[in-house]
């Protein structure tokens, strides 16, 4: 069992950033977040293999988004920049312990989720 906890949502202006972290109680082949809207299904936003070697973004955020980790605090973050309204969403992040990418299903654990609001 993976237990993962998210922080660092919160309101922000059109065109700030906001930086996510979420803490892995556990070792995982890879992680990423995902995001959701009201009433929309949700997105996959970026993910990362532990060794590194491996890094995805969705293309709504590529550019503006990066993923990272640190390995010794068994984290990922995810900086945000230039952030937009349609960026509004709960982040949650996930782990996988077999493979990186970008569907859901590849995922064995969630966290509960941190909202993110960009206001206009």
């Known amino acids: 069992q993976v237990q993962l906890v998210e922080s660092g949502g919160g309101l922000v202006q059109a065109g700030g950033s906001l930086r996510l972290s979420c803490a892995a109680a556990?070792?995982?082949?890879?992680m990423s977040w995902f995001r959701q809207s009201p009433g929309k299904e949700r997105e996959f936003v970026a993910a990362i293999s532990w060794s590194g070697d491996s890094i995805y973004y969705g293309d709504s955020v590529k550019g503006r988004f990066t993923i990272s980790k640190d390995n010794a605090k068994n984290t990922v973050y995810l900086q945000m920049t230039s952030l937009k309204p349609e960026d509004t969403a709960v982040y949650f992040c996930?782990?996988?312990?077999?493979?990186?990418?970008?569907?859901?299903?590849?995922?064995?654990?969630w966290g509960q989720g941190t909202q993110v609001i960009v206001s206009s």
């Open positions: 556990g070792r995982t082949f890879s």
């Open positions: 996930a782990a996988s312990l077999q493979t990186v990418g970008n569907v859901e299903w590849g995922y064995n654990y």
